[in-house]
């Protein structure tokens, strides 16, 4: 059974910088794209960012330049360093991938950018 478990999340001040975690068991972050999406409050989920299963990134235009999406094979984590944070990047933050035509989520992280 594929799981995902996001860490990380929490509030901080404008310009500061969060760094989120996201623990995958039954499915190899080797194989896989994996995802971060996040959701504010009365809006759509987006994706933010994303790393193909051979090293490729990909991310959100609002992002760019301030968040860094990587992986740890060993520990089968994929991360999120976001820096230069704004309140605008409040949102529920969560880690995505799929499998088959399956889609599989976390709980998802909290992150409030607030002063």
């Known amino acids: 059974q594929v799981r995902l478990q996001e860490s990380g999340g929490g509030l901080v001040q404008p310009g500061g910088s969060l760094r989120l975690s996201c623990a995958v068991s039954?499915?190899?972050?080797?194989?896989?794209?994996m995802n971060w999406y996040r959701q504010a409050p009365g809006k759509e989920r987006e994706l933010v960012a994303r790393?193909?299963?051979?090293?490729?990134?990909d991310y959100a235009d609002p992002v760019k330049g301030r968040f860094t999406i990587s992986r740890n094979w060993p520990q089968n984590r994929v991360y999120l360093q976001m820096d230069s944070l704004k309140p605008d990047d409040t949102a529920r933050y969560y880690c995505?991938?799929?499998?088959?035509?399956?889609?599989?989520w976390g709980q998802g992280t909290q992150v409030t950018v607030s002063s």
């Open positions: 995505h991938l799929r499998r088959q035509s399956n889609d599989f």
């Open positions: 039954g499915a190899s972050i080797s194989i896989f794209t």
């Open positions: 790393v193909s299963s051979d090293g490729n990134t």
